[in-house]
């Protein structure tokens, strides 16, 4: 197999050809960005800056004139080492990150550096976006002997004892196998007054509707990957509505084969009222009850004290 040069270098935008990693010299790192062509730039760090000092003039001629990363790299560390004296005995051995950087850097490799939407300058935190979902790994200083840690917003879990490209890999089986519910909950969103959550992410498997005369449902999809089956439910408004809810709710058929908004419609739209004749529920002009609305504290925050009289009579859960 051929070897990589500096195979701890990445492009950033390749267009602009414009690259970033770890250049090694006499078995130190440093961090480098390089812009090649008439108008290109090469950041460093402290150390790397000294290095280079007395031969600005030297490198930004060859940066200018560079054709490719890896002919100028090389041509870069050549100058640089030409130009350290027998003096500069004080740089150390190898570092330790070198090894686990460059495990990184392979596994990123093989995952797609496309696939990479931001990385930290010590590569101990990568964002991805896939499928146009975020996957965020944090590493720890002893990857890979410690798990990374994870964070991504998808109805079910992965495991942090994965390596990268496996928890990436992981991610999109997920996605792929929860679209349905994703374009479940989508069609909901679509079609019915939501309530909570304001900023729904791909975790959330639960919704709060209006259902129109102060009355709200919370709806909770049980099993994500059958988010048609019916859902488990909680209504909230006066005792009398809720109760007229709920026998419509325990007597309806629920049909698995539509949308759970057009089951939702079908159930709650036409409540019979012996006294009031039908009645529409999904009517959502008149939900600003101040029981459902005004839980909210000025700062956003939920009180932590709720009136158990209200919540016992107000609240049905089945």
Not at 213 to 239: A, N, V, W
Request: charged share 25%.
């Amino acid at each position: 197999m051929h070897k990589v040069p500096f195979p701890l270098i990445i492009p950033i935008e390749e267009e602009k050809k414009i690259y970033k990693g770890y250049i090694p010299i006499q078995k130190q790192e440093y961090l480098i960005q390089v812009q090649l062509g008439p108008g290109g730039q090469l950041f460093g760090t402290k150390e790397l800056n000294e290095l280079i000092d007395n031969k600005k003039t030297l490198i930004e001629n060859k940066l200018h004139e560079a054709k490719d990363i890896m002919t100028f790299l090389l041509e870069f560390k050549e100058i640089i080492e030409e130009s350290i004296t027998s003096e500069s005995n004080e740089i150390t051995t190898f570092q330790p990150m070198s090894s686990k950087i460059s495990h990184i850097y392979q596994e990123l490799s093989i995952i797609g550096f496309d696939k990479v939407h931001y990385m930290s300058e010590t590569m101990d935190e990568i964002l991805f976006k896939t499928i146009y979902h975020e996957l965020k790994v944090t590493l720890p200083s002893n990857y890979p002997f410690a798990p990374p840690q994870i964070i991504a917003y998808i109805p079910t879990q992965i495991e942090s004892s994965l390596s990268i490209a496996d928890i990436v890999n992981r991610h999109e089986q997920i996605i792929h196998q929860h679209q349905k519910l994703f374009d479940c909950l989508d069609d909901l969103d679509k079609h019915m007054r939501i309530l909570e959550p304001e900023k729904p992410n791909r975790s959330d498997t639960w919704r709060k509707i209006a259902l129109g005369h102060h009355c709200s449902l919370y709806l909770e999809i049980t099993d994500p990957m059958s988010p048609f089956d019916k859902p488990q439910i909680r209504l909230f408004g006066s005792e009398k509505r809720v109760e007229n809810l709920r026998k419509a709710w325990d007597h309806t058929f629920w049909d698995k084969e539509v949308a759970l908004h057009v089951n939702l419609l079908n159930i709650f739209q036409l409540v019979p009222d012996e006294k009031q004749g039908q009645e529409d529920y999904t009517n959502t002009t008149d939900i600003e009850c101040g029981i459902c609305y005004s839980y909210k504290l000025e700062n956003g925050e939920a009180p932590e004290t709720i009136l158990a009289s209200i919540q016992s009579k107000y609240n049905t859960e089945f």
